[in-house]
Nanobody
C-alpha cells in the first residue's frame, strides 16, 4: 500500500497559479497511477487529473484542460499538479490519489485504492 501526503494549497486570487505536491511513501510508488480528485463544498468528488506510472499518459477533466498540468518524479516519489489561470469554481479540497490503473478515473473517483488527507485551495474573484 502507498501512503500519500499533499501540500501546497492556499488562498489565491482568480488568475493566479498554485502548485500542489503529493509525497508518497512505499517502495511501490512507481507501480501506481497517480492523480488528483477534488471536492467542492456541498458537491461530490470530481476527477481532476491522472498520470500513468511511467508518466507517459495523462488525462484531465474538461474543466481544467489547458490550465492544469500533472507530472511526477518517480525518483522523489512525488506527483505534482500545476494549476494556472485559477477560477473561483476551482475552489475545493484537493485529494491526491493512487490506483494501479490510470484508466477511467473520471467514472470511479470514489473507488481509487489510496488517498491523501486533502489540501484546501480557495480562489477568490
Amino acid at each position: 500500500q502507498v501512503q500519500l501526503v499533499e501540500s501546497g494549497g492556499g488562498s489565491v486570487q482568480a488568475g493566479a497559479s498554485l502548485r500542489l505536491s503529493c509525497a508518497a511513501s512505499g517502495r511501490t510508488f512507481n507501480r501506481y497511477a497517480m492523480g488528483w480528485v477534488r471536492q467542492a463544498p456541498g458537491k461530490e468528488r470530481e476527477f481532476v487529473a491522472v498520470i500513468s506510472w511511467s508518466g507517459g499518459v495523462t488525462d484531465y477533466a474538461d474543466s481544467v484542460k489547458g490550465r492544469f498540468t500533472i507530472s511526477r518524479d518517480n525518483a522523489k516519489n512525488t506527483v505534482y499538479l500545476l494549476m494556472s489561470s485559477l477560477k473561483p469554481e476551482d475552489t475545493a479540497v484537493y485529494y491526491c490519489a493512487a490506483d494501479p490503473n490510470y484508466r477511467n478515473w473520471a467514472n470511479r473517483p470514489n473507488a481509487l485504492v489510496a488517498w491523501g488527507q486533502g489540501t484546501l485551495v480557495t480562489v477568490s474573484s
